[in-house]
């Protein structure tokens, strides 16, 4: 069985950082892409990052690139997203998932808030 489970959200500092984790079970995690995902209160989702280590590739939605870095260790089954120089409308609930020519499996999530 596919699992994927979001930690390390919380409350940050306009400015501050957060790191995200999400360990990946049940699949190969080095043979799939991996992405971020991200729904601010009110609103619809929205593609943050994307991961294929099997080919080296990453790619950032404008609104974060240069502040939010995605890596993953294969050895731990692990993706992150590094998050700095964030701001309130970074506020949102993030979820990990797994692409396999379209997200076919979701994390629950895990919630960042952004405020002074």
């Known amino acids: 069985e596919v699992q994927l489970v979001e930690s390390g959200g919380g409350l940050v500092q306009p400015g501050g950082s957060l790191r995200l984790s999400c360990a990946a079970s049940?699949?190969?995690?080095?043979?799939?892409?991996m992405s971020w995902v991200r729904q601010a209160p009110g609103k619809g989702l929205e593609w943050v990052s994307y991961?294929?280590?099997?080919?080296?590739?990453?790619s950032y939605a404008d609104s974060v690139k240069g502040r939010f870095t995605i890596s993953g260790d294969n050895a731990k089954n692990t993706l992150y997203l590094r998050m700095s120089s964030l701001k309130p409308e970074d506020t949102c609930v993030y979820y990990c998932?797994?692409?396999?020519?379209?997200?076919?499996?979701w994390g629950k999530g895990t919630p960042g808030t952004v405020s002074s």
């Open positions: 049940g699949f190969t995690f080095s043979s799939y892409a």
């Open positions: 991961i294929y280590s099997g080919g080296g590739r990453t």
């Open positions: 998932t797994r692409d396999n020519y379209g997200i076919d499996h």
